[in-house]
């Protein structure tokens, strides 16, 4: 498909455990951002690449999480230690170019995660 | 307080009827204003652009921008019961280098046949 593809779609994991989330952005897309959205919440910034640079983390709630996207595309989203409130909706989002707010960002559909 | 304040509703209105959905944000820098539409289970979807201040339309959607009143809106015309969905308003400065968004909590909107 053309648009930016996540997976997993759903993820459960145990408290203490590690996951990782993928995100396939749109072929040739310069920016990736990751997001999270908790529920009845907008999405709230976590990180970003342009191409194989994370230039922003400052949205990362603790060292527990960290994003890479070691080739300039698909990136991965990995949190160590879950707790419970990592529980949301992780958000994947690409645009065309690094700094044209008319170009849109376009949304993976989510990985949604839920730490028992 | 967040930068950005949305009434997450739920609203409910009858088809046909005028919608109207609100943010205001504290923000002074905020150049750039963006609608999203969001579906259950999806990501979100760009609606509508604005710069600065004014109006903008296209087909039964029309933003609003007052940046005195720092305040923003989306009216939807003629509403459909496929327009059921969560209304995210995002925003981001003029400068800044890249375009990090900031989101209001979305408003949930429920258009009954």
């Known amino acids: 498909g053309a648009g930016v593809s996540q997976s997993p779609r759903y993820k459960v994991a145990k408290r203490g455990q590690d996951v990782a989330l993928r995100c396939d952005p749109i072929?040739?897309?310069?920016?990736l951002f990751w997001y999270q959205q908790a529920l009845g919440q907008g999405p709230e910034f976590l990180t970003y690449f342009q191409n194989e640079a994370q230039l922003d983390k400052s949205g990362l709630p603790s060292d527990r999480f960290f994003a890479e996207r070691p080739e300039g595309s698909v990136s991965t989203l990995k949190i160590q230690r879950t707790q419970q409130e990592d529980s949301a909706v992780y958000l994947c989002?690409?645009?065309?170019?690094?700094?044209?707010?008319?170009?849109?960002?376009?949304f993976g559909d989510g990985t949604r995660l839920s730490i028992l | 307080q967040k930068e950005v304040e949305q009434d997450p509703g739920p609203l409910s209105v009858p088809e046909g009827a005028i919608v109207s959905l609100n943010c205001t944000y504290s923000n002074s820098a905020f150049q750039y204003f963006m609608w999203y539409r969001q579906y259950s289970r999806k990501g979100p979807e760009l609606l509508m652009y604005t710069y600065s201040s004014g109006n903008k339309e296209d087909g039964r959607f029309t933003a609003q921008v007052d940046k005195s009143s720092k305040y923003i809106s989306l009216f939807i015309r003629d509403s459909q019961p496929s327009d059921s969905a969560t209304y995210l308003c995002a925003m981001r400065p003029f400068s800044g280098g890249y375009n990090k968004l900031i989101f209001g909590a979305g408003t949930r909107l429920a258009v009954h046949p």
């Open positions: 072929s040739g897309h310069v920016s």
């Open positions: 989002a690409s645009s065309l170019e690094r700094n044209r707010p008319s170009k849109p960002q376009h």
